[in-house]
């Protein structure tokens, strides 16, 4: 085509293989993950649990609940799954890897002690410094009596964290005394995040920018994925709430080839073999959200799966048949394979409900979603949908990821926003500012 853009990324090859791949969750990260996988000449078939209106052609959906680990368990027996890839981090966190592994099934994702770098920052943070990692100074509290006190002796800003899983919104930049005070009232004794807010992280905060860069690991070997920054904030010009993620990008021009093997050599080296030390080798995909800062990139923090929505910016770009990867961080043979990347430039805006982070409403027909996909290098994916009657409706907070693939930033940001203007649903709400310095 005349533009010059690669489109393997929206078509899916000739089949010949004969595996079966069960993919666990429902948002658009495993939306992204299925299409994926379903390039891939060694799938047969896909199972998508519990799936999304989205995923339903391109995997048969399952009804079952993430966390019903036993229930997935006895599904991917009975089915004789050959490969199964965990998009959340709630199974991780509850030893769905450890469970399948016990039976003989092979699972891409780490187990449950090594998922603790995302269940737990405090144990995160441990290991951290445990392995020299450049990371912010910190301090965890247990008590609400005893953090009050630290952060009215502390110079602000400060980063408070709760230390358990809060989808990506028990994390404040706390600028005055006040508002990290009514912070930690909500966590600590309002327990807004549950059991997660029993225990606390409060840090200094850095300065720079963000960047995300995710590898694969077999417990030994590791091979460096496409980076992508994300948008964490509800409003343009980063106001407003943190979030699950508005929006995403791929590539990003710090990440030069010797920051990536800067990280590579100070972040992921350590980590992946101080965790083997530990008797916790770690399998499966690593996330390091990064700040680059006049010293350097320090960690900010780990996640034990892919990211949403940088995956929705990320596979795009992989030229490589992703399943083979898959299969040797399961198998211990990362060491014979590697990534080949698109050029290209991938953007993803998410699509709202209004209220989001907080207060929503469902249930919302989303309307223009045939003409969207047909725009060329677009693809949507499903977040927080269902389908009833025939039509498509709103059914979460981050409701839709708008993706697509340019040959440039300008043309990807283009295309993305165009696309948008064809999507309607009553309180739509998205970041106008993706991409953009």
């Known amino acids: 085509m005349s533009d010059g853009l690669d489109r393997k990324w929206l078509f899916k090859p000739e089949t010949g293989g004969g595996m079966k791949v069960l993919v666990i969750g429902s948002g658009g990260r495993e939306h992204a993950l299925t299409l994926k996988i379903s390039k891939s000449p060694l799938v047969k078939k896909i199972y998508c649990a519990p799936g999304n209106p989205g995923i339903s052609s391109l995997a048969q959906r399952v009804d079952i609940p993430i966390e ?45 002690k090594a998922a603790q770098l995302e269940s737990s920052k405090i144990f995160s943070k441990f290991m951290m410094k445990k392995f020299g990692i450049p990371t912010a100074r910190s301090e965890s509290f247990s008590d609400f009596a005893s953090a009050k006190k630290y952060i009215q002796n502390s110079h602000l800003p400060r980063v408070i964290k709760a230390d358990g899983l809060a989808a990506g919104k028990g994390v404040l930049v706390a600028k005055t005394c006040d508002e990290a005070l009514l912070f930690l009232q909500k966590i600590m004794v309002d327990k807004i995040f549950g059991v997660s807010g029993e225990n606390i992280l409060i840090e200094e905060c850095l300065e720079g920018r963000e960047i995300s860069i995710l590898a694969l690991s077999d417990g030994e070997n590791i091979v460096l994925l496409p980076e992508a920054r994300d948008y964490k904030r509800a409003l343009d010009h980063d106001q407003g709430l943190n979030t699950g993620g508005m929006g995403a990008y791929s590539p990003v021009s710090e990440a030069t080839e010797e920051l990536r093997q800067c990280v590579l050599k100070d972040v992921f080296h350590p980590m992946i073999r101080g965790m083997k030390k530990e008797g916790i080798p ?54 014979k394979e590697s990534v080949q990347i698109h050029k290209e430039t991938a953007i993803c805006v998410v699509l709202t409900s209004g209220g989001y982070p907080g207060a929503y409403q469902n249930g919302f027909e989303i309307l223009g979603l045939d003409q969207a996909s047909k725009m060329e290098n677009i693809m949507l994916f499903h977040a ?22 340019g040959k440039d930033m300008k043309q990807a940001q283009t295309l993305a926003y165009d696309t948008i203007t064809k999507i309607h649903f009553e309180r739509m709400h998205y970041r106008r500012d993706i991409g953009m310095k």
Do not use: W
């Not at 199964?84 to 994702?109: C, H, M, N, R």
């Not at 399998?283 to 680059?292: C, F, Q």
């Not at 927080?384 to 693939?405: A, E, P, Q, W, Y």
């Open 68 to 112: 019903n680990i036993s229930g997935l368990l006895d599904f991917a027996k009975k089915e004789k799954i050959d490969l199964t890839v965990v998009g959340p981090e709630l199974p991780l966190s509850l030893g769905i890897v450890d469970q399948f592994e016990a039976e003989g099934l092979k699972i891409f994702g780490p187990s449950k």
């Open 384 to 405: 927080g949908t269902s389908s009833k009657d025939g039509k498509i409706l709103t059914h979460g907070g981050r409701v839709l990821g708008v993706t697509s693939l």
């Open 282 to 335: 770690y399998r499966g995909v690593l996330y390091a959200g990064l700040m680059l800062t006049s010293q350097g990139p320090k960690v900010l923090e780990f996640n034990v799966r892919f990211g949403d929505p940088e995956t929705q910016v990320i596979l795009p770009r992989i030229k490589s048949d992703i399943v083979p990867l898959f299969l040797a961080s399961c198998n211990g043979t990362l060491d």
